[in-house]
Nanobody, 121 residues
């Protein structure tokens, strides 16, 4: 399974970026798909995710500024980031929690390589 992310970059405070991620390979169903981030010296944290039913979860620090959206048919997830702040600077990782067989109850976490987002003041 491969997760290919794109859309990172550098912006000034208040700017916007859109991240995209496409999953491919041996996937039957992606149950949850979303984004994590890791800033230097900090642990990886959940930013936003969406289930296959459309339920969304956001970290409180991005609520109202970031929007996660999925296209289940295309195994893609996007993260629209508005009103960016310097504290949003991090490497952003795409994540997919998926099953690989029709009757399997086992799901696995798959990760993209990460894309850098830098917000300058």
């Amino acid at each position: 399974v491969q997760l290919q992310a794109s859309g990172g970059g550098s912006v000034q405070t208040g700017g916007s970026l859109r991240l995209s991620c496409e999953a491919s390979g041996n996937i039957f169903k992606i149950n949850v798909m979303g984004w994590y981030r890791q800033a230097p010296g900090k642990q990886r944290e959940l930013v936003a995710q969406e289930t296959s039913y459309g339920d969304k979860v956001y970290d409180p620090s991005v609520e109202g500024r970031f929007t996660v959206s999925r296209d289940n048919a295309k195994n893609t997830v996007h993260l629209q980031m508005n009103s960016l702040k310097p504290e949003d600077t991090a490497v952003y990782f795409c994540n997919a929690r998926a099953t690989q067989a029709p009757l399997s109850a086992m799901s696995f976490d798959f990760w993209g390589k990460g894309t850098q987002v830098t917000v300058s003041s």
